[in-house]
């Protein structure tokens, strides 16, 4: 057995056997794996209490035949605020549940850690979690590979005008004339294709002032939620927690 440290967000953890706990861990340098805390569920230690989902740690590790054991958590960073405002908990549970989906175990994957831990940092400040969320959505998907084609029509690549549309299949906006093509259309107007491509321009610092029609709200977080749903092949289970606080 070896011992290692590294800097890891805690994705989340899940209970595992009698007393223990899993910790999904995502490390700048060695990606999303996954480390046993043992007897999490008996003791209240700092350490264990370290564990906190979305929180910061330097991990200290044990190589382990299966899986590797959390042997020492010090915090980085604390985001227990998070868990404290119930809509902020529920896009940071959102985030996770993203990453955790689309980022294969073992992989470093050094820019996706670096956006989430800022955006962790800006959620934890602002006063308008919802256009951050929806911000988050569409750079996620960019640093993914995954970024949707929103400023041509995907089919013959002319200029939209309206009416158009946006296909989360075929993963960008349709023009009246291709509509004909594709099966699962939204329709959207230029300014909602417009908002998202702002969204997906600018620091997630500099939201601050960036407002957001309820119309258009509804419109972009439907196209993400299909587009996001297409992409990682099934439902987002933290959906339902967002659909029921009305996120
Ligand atoms: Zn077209």
Redesign the pocket.
């Known amino acids: 057995m070896a011992l290692y440290r590294t800097r890891a967000i805690v994705l989340r953890t899940r209970n595992f056997g009698e007393a223990d706990r899993i910790a999904v861990l995502f490390s700048e340098e060695l990606g999303k794996f996954e480390a046993v805390v043992k007897g999490a569920r008996r003791q209240r230690s700092r350490f264990v209490g370290n564990t906190l989902a979305f929180n910061y740690i330097q991990a200290m590790l044990l190589t382990g035949k299966s899986l590797d054991t959390l042997s020492q958590a010090e915090l980085v960073h604390s985001f227990a605020k998070l868990h404290e405002d119930l809509t902020k908990f529920a896009y940071a549970s959102f985030w996770v549940e993203l990453v955790d989906g689309f980022v294969p175990e073992r992989q470093a994957a050094k820019d996706i850690f670096r956006f989430l831990l800022a955006a962790f940092i800006i959620l934890e400040k602002t006063s308008d979690p919802v256009v951050l969320n929806m911000a988050f959505q569409i750079r996620l998907l960019s640093y993914l590979g995954y970024q949707p084609q929103i400023d041509q ?1 995907i ?2 690549h ?1 200029v939209l005008t309206e009416p158009c549309f946006f296909s989360a299949q075929a993963g960008g906006a ?2 009246s ?2 509509s004909g093509k594709f099966r699962d259309l939204i329709k959207v107007g230029l300014a909602d294709l417009q908002i998202m491509e702002h969204l997906g321009a600018v620091d997630l610092r500099e939201l601050g002032t960036f407002a957001v029609l309820p119309e258009s709200f509804k419109v972009v977080q439907g196209i993400l939620r299909n587009f996001i749903e297409v992409r990682l092949e099934r439902p987002l289970k933290s959906q339902m927690f967002l659909d029921s606080l009305s996120l």
Do not use: D, P, R
């Open positions: 029509c089919s013959c002319q349709v023009c004339a291709c």
